[in-house]
């Protein structure tokens, strides 16, 4: 299971650093994507990172602003938001899959709780 951290309150144009770590298994088999998902609203894929580091941007919506990488030796992937936006909002989740099959979460495994991220003055 993974267990993401780094959410926090930031003021529009903040950045944040979210990481996503997992204890059980070794993270560098696996493809990893991050999500998130705002009140009243369905969990969006944002980001994949496969196994050999390539990315896969799953959101229009942060092209530009967000980057996600790996460090295998620390079992993390790291999620580098910058230029946040209220619409930003939402708690941020990390998952697993073997490749970037797209934004379904359906398709993903391992989901941690969560870290919540607010964008507000």
């Known amino acids: 299971q993974f267990v993401e951290s780094g959410g926090a309150l930031v003021q529009p144009g903040g950045s944040l650093r979210l990481s996503c770590v997992t204890s059980?298994?070794?993270?560098?088999?696996?493809?990893v994507a991050w999500f998130r998902q705002a009140p009243g609203k369905e969990r969006e894929g944002v980001l994949c990172?496969?196994?050999?580091?390539?990315?896969?941007n799953y959101a229009d919506s942060v092209k530009g602003r967000f980057a996600i990488s790996r460090d295998n030796e620390k079992n993390a992937v790291y999620l580098q938001m910058d230029g946040l936006k209220p619409e930003d909002a939402a708690v941020y989740y990390c998952?697993?899959?073997?490749?970037?099959?797209?934004?379904?979460?359906?398709?993903?495994?391992?989901w941690g709780q969560g870290t919540q991220v607010t964008v507000s003055s």
């Open positions: 998952a697993a899959h073997f490749y970037c099959s797209g934004p379904n979460p359906n398709d993903y495994h391992f």
């Open positions: 990172i496969n196994s050999s580091g390539e990315t896969s």
């Open positions: 059980g298994f070794e993270l560098v088999y696996y493809t």
